[in-house]
């Protein structure tokens, strides 16, 4: 079932009109990633709630009311409501009757804000792809490296003489046992690369964001947000335990995207920046 707001959001209805064409009743399994919010509605339907993992925040009523794992709300048919889930979370959404979006009564300035997103999400595609693969992202990668080397001066030298071969060979050496995946985003009109996300990941160890990146004229759009969200969804289904990302000294603009979706500074790693 597509999702209201954004980022994409996963929907998988058991029960209700789409599935068994059933009107009475729907019951769905949701898995909301970190950031994800709706517009208001105010559905024809009573909601109950059960949050399984993570936290399930509701906007209603003029309170804001924080559900977390283990626990259920209802939410009475009428009531102007909002959902989001600013960590990430699963639950179960059962609806009385049935979820449609017809009966889900959004504001007319929030249709037309929907219209803008989809049709700004529609102009590009998530693609997967294997080690294989790891040639197509040089290009991007070469621009991720100016702009790295443009905010570091002090390390500035040592970076402008790595290059993009150097650092493919570092990504598949360093992952040799692990596994590895490279989400492309991907221009429909055009049909180039506007960006890329480079992750590992291992059962039992952990998963990393080795290399994320969107070409300037594609940001805004919230690409970087479904790269990310596409990997670290991955990342979850091969069995890693934790997840990792590092961020270069003067690129610590990016540390609230990636806060987003609960990775945060754990430490600081001092290197020596002349020639020894």
């Known amino acids: 079932v597509t999702a209201a707001g954004a980022p994409p959001k996963r929907i998988e209805e058991y029960v209700g009109r789409i599935i ?13 990633p970190a950031g994800w919010s709706e517009p208001y509605q105010t559905p024809a339907w009573d909601e109950y709630s059960v949050v399984l993992s993570g936290k399930l925040q509701i906007e209603t009523n003029g309170e804001v009311l924080m559900v977390l794992s283990g626990q259920a709300v209802l939410i009475p048919a009428g009531s102007k409501v909002r959902y989001s889930t600013p960590e990430g979370a699963e639950y179960i959404a059962v609806c009385l009757p049935a979820f449609s979006p017809d009966l889900a009564h959004r504001g007319e300035e929030e249709k037309q804000e929907s219209k803008l997103q989809a049709s700004v999400d529609e102009q590009y595609e998530i693609h997967a792809a294997g080690p ?7 290009k991007l990668w070469k621009q991720l490296r100016m ?28 992952n040799d046992d692990r596994l590895i995946r490279i989400f492309f985003a991907i221009d429909t009109l055009s049909g180039d690369d506007i960006g890329y996300c480079f992750c590992s990941a291992a059962p039992g160890s952990f998963g990393e964001i080795e290399s994320i990146f969107v070409c300037e004229k ?27 990302v590092h961020v270069t000294v003067g690129n610590e603009d990016v540390i609230p995207f990636y806060q987003k979706f609960g990775l945060h500074p754990r430490q ?3 290197s020596y920046p002349g020639e020894l």
């Open 268 to 270: 600081y790693i001092l």
């Open 132 to 138: 294989e693969e790891t040639d197509r992202i040089e």
């Open 147 to 174: 702009c790295i080397i443009s905010r570091n001066k002090m390390f500035g030298g040592q970076m402008r003489k790595v290059r993009f071969h150097d650092r493919k060979n570092e990504l598949l050496q360093k």
């Open 218 to 244: 594609a940001r805004h759009r919230g690409i970087g947000t479904t790269l990310m969200v596409h990997a670290l969804t991955w990342i979850k289904e091969q069995g890693s335990r934790d997840i990792r």
């Open 20 to 32: 068994t064409g059933t009107p009475q009743i729907s019951i769905a399994r949701m898995v909301s």
